[in-house]
Structures are given as C-alpha cells and as structure tokens.
C-alpha cells in the first residue's frame, strides 16, 4: 500500500533503429536499467513496443518527473509525446518495476479492441486506450 500520492505519465516515441546496433540488445538494456533503477525509486510501470514505444510510469511526483527527464534524453528513441501526467489514486502495475510487452500477432484482437489495431496513429491515440490495452495484455500474462 503506498503511503505517498501517485502520479502516472504516459507516453508514446518512436524506437531510433538507426542510433542502435542491434534492437533486440537496445530493448534488453532499456528493459535492464528500467527494472534497475525503478525498482529503487518506488517506480512502477508498463512498455508496449511494436517500433513505437507506448509506456506507462507511476510513482512519486518527482521521482516520475525525474526518471521520465532521463528517458526523454535518451537517444535510442525520438518524437515523445505525453499522453497524460495526473495524480492517480491507485498503482495499476504495482508488481511491475517495468513489465515490457512485445507487440505480436497472435494479440492483435486485444489491441484492436481497444483501438490500436494497426500501425499506431497518434490522432486517435490516448492514454484511455493505452491504459485499458496494457492492463489487458498484464492480465493475459502477455
Ligand atoms: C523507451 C524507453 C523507456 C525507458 N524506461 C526507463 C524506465 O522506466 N526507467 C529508467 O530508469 N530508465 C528507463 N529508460 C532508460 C533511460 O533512458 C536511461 O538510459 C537510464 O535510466 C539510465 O540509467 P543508468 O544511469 O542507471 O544506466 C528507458 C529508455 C527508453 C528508450
């Protein structure tokens, strides 16, 4: 149960291929240095990748503030846009230092039924449908 106030910060990027050597190898660092440094800053949270990036990150105010300025400076991927940064009564991944989903086919229903079936089209994108497809794709055990 937390005792401080929950801030949640959603957004989308696109994965930088050409700044990479090897995707596969960006993704297990990102993944590695999100768990790391999470884990010890109260941050918890979710990743969607499919060439874009779709995140979710919860936790203190500042903590969030300061985690996302890392992230927004990291060359490995570029275009981030905020979708929401509010107050949040509850964690929705408070087991998850950072649980990371690799888009495949065999659930594109689930991503079509909340309406990111297809290439990700940042008009109609929120962070509604972001939030309801990862915590579908965390309760699929995806
Ligand atoms: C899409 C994306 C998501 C990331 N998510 C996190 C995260 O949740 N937490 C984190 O500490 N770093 C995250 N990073 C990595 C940071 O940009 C940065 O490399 C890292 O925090 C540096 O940590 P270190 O100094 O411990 O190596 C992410 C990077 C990218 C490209």
Redesign the pocket.
């Known amino acids: 149960m937390d005792t401080i106030a929950i801030h949640r910060l959603v957004y989308v ?1 696109k ?2 291929l050409g700044r990479v050597d090897s995707a596969p190898a ?1 993704l297990r ?3 590695s ?6 884990a010890k ?1 109260g ?1 918890t ?1 979710y ?1 969607i ?1 499919d060439g874009e ?1 779709l ?1 979710i ?1 919860e936790g203190a105010e500042a903590t969030v503030s300061g ?1 996302f300025a ?5 060359s ?2 570029r275009q981030t846009s905020v979708l929401e940064w509010k107050p949040s009564s509850t964690r929705l991944f408070p087991t998850w ?2 649980a990371a989903y690799l888009r495949s086919p065999a659930h594109e229903a689930v991503f079509a039924r909340h309406g990111l079936g297809g290439k990700i089209d940042r008009g109609t994108l929120s962070a509604d449908r972001v939030v309801s497809l990862a915590m579908e794709l965390s309760l699929l055990g995806a």
């Open positions: 990027s994965f930088n960006a660092d990102i993944l240095a999100s768990r790391r440094n999470n800053d941050v949270g990743l990748f990036f995140q990150l985690t890392r992230i927004e400076g990291d490995r991927h230092s950072m």
